[in-house]
């Protein structure tokens, strides 16, 4: 089920709220961040164990903070780099439009159709009880599936613009999963900046 028709949407689930606005950036800012972001990341690749068997994951990720906290998530603990200027004015955008303030932002950038997500939750306990959990996407569109843990029958879908962001706050992140799936399609490549706060 698509939800997300209007170019700014509130949305209450079971357990959730989100807020998307497609058209965050314009095209011609969304590209310059773009080009900016994938040439100036410290892009890194670690590695994932799955069932006693290592893996390359699936995508290039990076980590930025204002102080020096590390992030660890499924066995991996990422130490951050400070802030760009150019991640420093994308969250000084979103703290303006939202009224909440970050800390860190992890940086996921997707190659290809192969390069994916598994369902996940950000509910690691350095996030505090509900994070705020504020989503960048810049690149080829991909589409953001997420389904309650308990309740089968609320199970969505996103398309996450070039430009938009995905605000996802109340209890999401405890009762939901999410994921970027892999897709066969020709696609090309994806930036996604989340941003959340590590004290």
């Known amino acids: 089920m698509d939800l997300f028709s209007k170019e700014k949407t509130h949305l209450k689930l079971p357990d959730a709220e989100l807020i998307y606005i497609k058209n965050f950036y314009d095209t011609e800012t969304a590209d310059t961040y773009f080009a900016q972001l994938k040439s100036k990341t410290n892009w890194q690749q670690d590695d994932i164990t799955i069932f006693g068997k290592t893996y390359k994951q699936p995508r290039l990720t990076a980590l930025y903070a204002e102080n020096n906290k590390p992030y660890a998530y499924s066995n991996i603990k990422m130490f951050p780099h400070p802030f760009t200027p150019e991640l420093l004015s994308i969250k000084s955008d979103i703290e303006k439009e939202i009224d909440h303030e970050f800390t860190t932002v992890l940086l996921n ?69 999410h994921q970027i799936a892999k897709t066969k399609k020709r696609i090309g490549e994806r930036i996604n900046l989340t941003f959340r706060s590590i004290r």
């Open 109 to 177: 950038l997707y190659r290809d159709g192969n390069d994916s997500n598994g369902w996940h939750a950000d509910n690691e306990k350095e996030l505090g009880q509900n994070p705020v959990i504020a989503s960048v996407s810049f690149g080829a569109t991909r589409p953001f599936h997420f389904k309650h843990r308990e309740l089968k029958a609320e199970r969505y879908k996103l398309e996450l613009h070039h430009g938009s962001l995905l605000i996802m706050t109340g209890k999401m992140q405890h009762f939901w999963l």
